[in-house]
C-alpha cells in the first residue's frame, strides 16, 4: 500500500510539473491562431504573417526543450533556476549525442547512401525523432536534471574544488549522467521507438473508438491529477501522436502529408497509399468543446434549479461563474468539483458523455484544436488553422450536449435525490464573504491555511494550473469542511499526506498569499482574554485539572460582576470544535494553535442550560468576536465558578505562556 502511495505522489508531482510545459502553449495557439487569420486574409506570404507563424514555431519546435526545463524545475525541491539550467543542459548532452548523423557515425553508416531496405531498416530505428521536438527525450532530461539536484544541490567539496559545491555541482553532474543516459538509451531507442510507434499507431487505427475512451480516461482521471500524464501521451510528441503540436503546426502538417511515403513519415493517419491528416488531426482535441462551452454549463443550470429556493441565488451566482469561465476559457475543474464528490454517479455520466461526444467528433471528422483548453477563445483562434475542418458542426454538436446534460442531470438529481449544491444539509458557500473581507486572496489563503491544520502543519506548498497542492505533517489535523468553506471548489485526497485544494484559474494568487502567511514569523502568537475580567496564571485557579496543566499550558479570566457574560474568541481563526453543552470551544489560529476555551468549572454538568451559543462550528471568527453568552447570575446562584480558562490542549504546539494585561502571549 505505501508502494502504491509513493507512486501515485511521484506520478501527480510530475503530472503538476508538466504543466510549467503545458503553460507555454497558449503563446504558440495564439500566435498561429492569428498569424493563420492574417494568412488566410492577406495571403501566406504576408510579413506580419510569417514572424506570427514563425514565434508560435519557437514554442512548437522546441517543445522537448521546453518540458526539460519545466520539469526540471516543477521537480526540484525547491524550484531553483539550477535545476531548470541542468535540466537544458541534460536535453541538450542527449539530443546531442544521439543526433541522427552522430549515430550514423557510432555505428559506421552513411545514412545519406542507404537505399532500399537498408534505408527502411533505418529509419525504423527512428533517430530522425531525436530533436528539440522529442517531448520523451524532455521528459527523461527533466526528471534526471530533477533527481540531480535534490540528491547533490548540498554536497560540499574539499576546500580546493569548493567553488563547484552545492547547486555549481548539479549541471556538471547532470551532464555526465546525461551521458550514461545516452549510452542507454542509443541501445534502448531503436526498441523503445518501435514499441511507441506501434501503440501510436493502434490507438490512431481505432478512430472514434480510440478518441472516445481517451476522452472517458481523461475526465475519470481528474480527481487523481494524472490527467496530464495521459493528455501528455495524446497531445504532444510522446508516442508520435502529437495532436495538439501537429494542429498548431497547420500548413507544415499538412505539407508533412503531402511528400510522406509510409506510415512513419505520415503526421495523420496512413491509408496505405496517402496520409490523412484534415478532419484526423485534432481528433483529441474537437470533443471537448462540446463538453465544455455547453455541456457543463447545461449541468450548472440544473443544479441551479434543483437547489433549495432559499439557496439558488447563491448557488446561481457560483454556479455561473463556473460556467462562463469553462465557456470562455475551458476552465471546468470549478464546475466539476462542485458535484464530483457529492453525486459521484453524476461524475461518471459526465465522463461518459464527453467520450461520447469525442467518439462523435472523430467520426463526423470535425476538428477544431487548443493551446490551453477546449473554450470559445481556443475555438476562435484555431478556426482559421487549416486543418480546421467543419469546426462548425461542434457548436452544433454542443447545443446537442447542452441539452443532454441538462435533462441527464436535472432527472438523476431529483429521481435519485442527489445532494448536489444547494440540497445538501451542510451548505458552506463562504466566497461572498470572503470577497467582502479585505483581499479577497488574503482572506480565502489564512482559510486554507486553517484547514490543512495551520502552517506548521504544511510540509510542501506548490500549485498547478488550479490546484493547490499540499503535503502535510499530520493528516490527521487537515479539516476538509475548513476548506471547503475558504471557498475552493473541491479537496482531494491523493495519497495520506498529500492534499490538493481546488481553487480555480486565481490558483497563483492563493498560493502567494498562503506561501507568504507561511513564512511570516509564528514564533509567538497573541491571544486576547475571551471575558472582562482579571488575567491570572492557570495554576492558581480552583479546577486542579486545569491548574495542574494536565490540560495544557494556558491562562485563566476571572470574569468582572454582572448578570450577563459574553465569551468572544480568543484569537483570528476558525472555530473547530463547539461542546453539545456551549461551555467550551476551540478555535484553530491562523498559524495551526488550537485554543481552547473553557467556561466555568464543572459547567459541563448544566448540560448546555445557561449557555447561548452564537457561533457554530466551522465559522471564522475574529479576535473579540463574541461566540457564546453566559446567563452568569443564574449559574453564579447555583455556586457555579465562572472563572474562564484558556489553553492549549496540543501540548507540542506550546513551550510557554506569558501573560499579559489583555490575555497572554503563546511562545511556540
Given at each position: 500500500m505505501k508502494i502504491m502511495s509513493n507512486v501515485m505522489t511521484a506520478l501527480q508531482r510530475l503530472g503538476k510539473a508538466l504543466m510549467g510545459a503545458v503553460a507555454v502553449m497558449p503563446v504558440a495557439a495564439l500566435l498561429s491562431g492569428f498569424g493563420y487569420l492574417i494568412s488566410n486574409m492577406a495571403g501566406e506570404d504576408n510579413f506580419f504573417a510569417l514572424i506570427l507563424l514563425n514565434s508560435g514555431g519557437a514554442v512548437l519546435d522546441n517543445?522537448?526543450?521546453?518540458?526539460?526545463?519545466?520539469?526540471?524545475?516543477?521537480?526540484?525541491?525547491?524550484?531553483?533556476?539550477?535545476?531548470?539550467?541542468?535540466?537544458?543542459?541534460?536535453?541538450?548532452?542527449?539530443?546531442?549525442?544521439?543526433?541522427?548523423?552522430?549515430?550514423?557515425?557510432?555505428?559506421?553508416?552513411?545514412?545519406?547512401?542507404?537505399?532500399?531496405?537498408?534505408?527502411?531498416?533505418?529509419?525504423?530505428?527512428?533517430?530522425?525523432?531525436?530533436?528539440?521536438?522529442?517531448?520523451?527525450?524532455?521528459?527523461?532530461?527533466?526528471?534526471l536534471a530533477a533527481w540531480v539536484y535534490n540528491r547533490f544541490s548540498n554536497t560540499k567539496l574539499p576546500d580546493?574544488?569548493?567553488?563547484?559545491?552545492?547547486?555549481?555541482?548539479?549541471?556538471?553532474?547532470?551532464?555526465?549522467?546525461?551521458?550514461?543516459?545516452?549510452?542507454?538509451?542509443?541501445?534502448?531507442?531503436p526498441l523503445v521507438y518501435s514499441g511507441l510507434f506501434s501503440f501510436g499507431t493502434w490507438i490512431q487505427g481505432l478512430g472514434a473508438i480510440g478518441a472516445g475512451i481517451y476522452g472517458f480516461a481523461n475526465r475519470l482521471l481528474i480527481p487523481t491529477g494524472l490527467h496530464h500524464a495521459l493528455n501528455s501521451i495524446f497531445w504532444f510528441d510522446v508516442i508520435g501522436i502529437n495532436d495538439i503540436g501537429k494542429f498548431l503546426s497547420g500548413a507544415e502538417t499538412i505539407e508533412a502529408a503531402r511528400t510522406a511515403t509510409d506510415a512513419a513519415s505520415c503526421p495523420g493517419a496512413w491509408n496505405g497509399t496517402t496520409c490523412e491528416v484534415v478532419g484526423v488531426v485534432g481528433q483529441y482535441q474537437a470533443g471537448f468543446f462540446p463538453i465544455m462551452m455547453f455541456g457543463l454549463p447545461g449541468a450548472a443550470l440544473a443544479i441551479v434549479l434543483r437547489a433549495k429556493p432559499g439557496q439558488r441565488k447563491v448557488i446561481g451566482s457560483l454556479m455561473g461563474a463556473g460556467a462562463l469561465a469553462s465557456f470562455l476559457t475551458g476552465v471546468t475543474e470549478p464546475l466539476e468539483f462542485s458535484f464530483m464528490f457529492v453525486a459521484p454517479l453524476l461524475y461518471v455520466v459526465h465522463a461518459l458523455l464527453t467520450g461520447i461526444s469525442l467518439a462523435v467528433a472523430s467520426a463526423f471528422h470535425w476538428t477544431a484544436g487548443f493551446g490551453f483548453s477546449a473554450g470559445l477563445m481556443d475555438m476562435l483562434l484555431s478556426s482559421s488553422n487549416p486543418l480546421a475542418h467543419q469546426w462548425w458542426m461542434l457548436l452544433l454538436l454542443g447545443l446537442a450536449f447542452f441539452l443532454l446534460y441538462f435533462g441527464i442531470f436535472y432527472f438523476l438529481i431529483g429521481a435519485l435525490n442527489l445532494k448536489t449544491p444547494g440540497r445538501g444539509e451542510e451548505e458552506t458557500p463562504a466566497t461572498a464573504e470572503t470577497a467582502q473581507s479585505g483581499d479577497k486572496y488574503d482572506a480565502m489563503a489564512s482559510r486554507i491555511i486553517t484547514g490543512l491544520g495551520g502552517a506548521r502543519n504544511i510540509d510542501t506548498l506548490d500549485h498547478c494550473t488550479t490546484r493547490l497542492r499540499v503535503t502535510t505533517h499530520d493528516p490527521a489535523r487537515v479539516d476538509e469542511p475548513a476548506l471547503r468553506a475558504s471557498g475552493a471548489a473541491g479537496v482531494i485526497r491523493p495519497s495520506k499526506t498529500a492534499v490538493q485544494v481546488v481553487v480555480g484559474p486565481q490558483v497563483q494568487f492563493v498560493y502567494d498569499a498562503v506561501a507568504k502567511r507561511m513564512h511570516e514569523p509564528t514564533a509567538g502568537t497573541s491571544l486576547h482574554a475571551p471575558v472582562r475580567g482579571e488575567v491570572v496564571d492557570l495554576s492558581t485557579v480552583s479546577d486542579e485539572a486545569f491548574a495542574s496543566g494536565a490540560l495544557g499550558q494556558g491562562f485563566a479570566v476571572v470574569p468582572q460582576a454582572g448578570s450577563l457574560l459574553t465569551i468572544t474568541a480568543p484569537a483570528d481563526g476558525t472555530i473547530t470544535q463547539l461542546m453539545k453543552s456551549s461551555h467550551a470551544f476551540v478555535v484553530r489560529t491562523d498559524d495551526g494553535l488550537d485554543v481552547l476555551t473553557h467556561i466555568g468549572f464543572d459547567t459541563v454538568t448544566l448540560k448546555g442550560e445557561g449557555f447561548t451559543p452564537l457561533k457554530s462550528k466551522g465559522d471564522t471568527v475574529r479576535a473579540g468576536e463574541p461566540v457564546i453568552e453566559v446567563d452568569a447570575a443564574a449559574l453564579r446562584e447555583r455556586g457555579f465558578d465562572l472563572t474562564t480558562a484558556v489553553v492549549m490542549p496540543e501540548k507540542s504546539q506550546t513551550t510557554a505562556v506569558e501573560l499579559t494585561p489583555n490575555g497572554a502571549r503563546v511562545l511556540r
Open positions: 517543445l522537448g526543450l521546453i518540458f526539460a526545463i519545466a520539469i526540471a524545475f516543477g521537480l526540484a525541491k525547491d524550484s531553483n533556476g539550477a535545476a531548470a539550467l541542468s535540466g537544458y543542459l541534460g536535453f541538450a548532452t542527449l539530443t546531442t549525442l544521439l543526433d541522427p548523423e552522430k549515430v550514423a557515425v557510432y555505428k559506421g553508416i552513411d545514412a545519406e547512401s542507404l537505399e532500399g531496405q537498408a534505408a527502411i531498416d533505418w529509419a525504423a530505428q527512428g533517430w530522425d525523432a531525436v530533436n528539440n521536438k522529442n517531448v520523451l527525450f524532455g521528459i527523461l532530461a527533466g526528471v580546493a574544488l569548493a567553488f563547484f559545491s552545492g547547486r555549481r555541482l548539479v549541471p556538471i553532474l547532470t551532464a555526465l549522467f546525461a551521458i550514461v543516459l545516452a549510452a542507454i538509451m542509443f541501445v534502448l531507442w
